[in-house]
């Protein structure tokens, strides 16, 4: 099956931006331990990362007609704001795993609201770069039942 991997809004500054709450790994070193995970269990994937909220709700639109069979995303501050993507979301009405780095929980009041949560399949936060591993496991899992 194919998978998509969306990153929001500065999430392209991972490695350098506020270490001590993100973690230094890189983008590029989630995208590819994941591109990893998914070929190994015979699945492929596609990762985008964008600081623009249309971009990301055209490329979840068109997720609708390119065989995208699951999403996880990390919609970083647009978890916070975005009805737009949300909705996008409920549109194509494709299983999605909610990803953090951070556990949101923990910090600013502001950040305990998300507009995903409610419709995702599942949420994984708190665990740094790894969210994104356990995340790609639970979607990877999901999709095995799905076969079976
Ligand atoms: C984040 C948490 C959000 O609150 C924040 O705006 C981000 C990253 C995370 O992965 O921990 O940009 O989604």
């Known amino acids: ?12 500054l991972l490695g350098e931006r506020e270490p001590g709450i993100y973690g230094r ?36 639109q068109a997720a609708r007609r390119d065989g995208t069979a699951f999403i996880l995303i990390n919609p970083a501050a647009f978890t916070h704001t975005s009805v737009a993507l949300r909705d996008a979301l409920a549109a ?23 507009y995903f949560s409610d419709v995702a399949l599942g949420v994984i936060a708190g665990f740094g770069a790894d969210s994104y591993r356990f995340a790609m ?12």
Do not use: Y
């Not at 494709?94 to 998300?114: A, D, G, M, W, Y």
């Open 1 to 12: 099956a194919k998978l998509l991997v969306l990153h929001g809004p500065n999430l392209n």
């Open 25 to 60: 790994t890189p983008l590029s070193s989630i995208d590819a331990g994941l591109q990893a995970d998914a070929e190994r269990a015979g699945h492929t994937v596609e990762c985008m990362q964008s600081n623009a909220e249309h971009e990301l709700v055209d490329r979840v």
């Open 92 to 114: 194509v009405a494709l299983p999605f795993i909610e990803v953090h780095l951070s556990n949101p929980h923990t910090r600013e009041p502001f950040r305990r609201h998300s």
């Open 137 to 148: 496991d639970a979607a990877l899992g999901w999709l095995d039942r799905r076969a079976a």
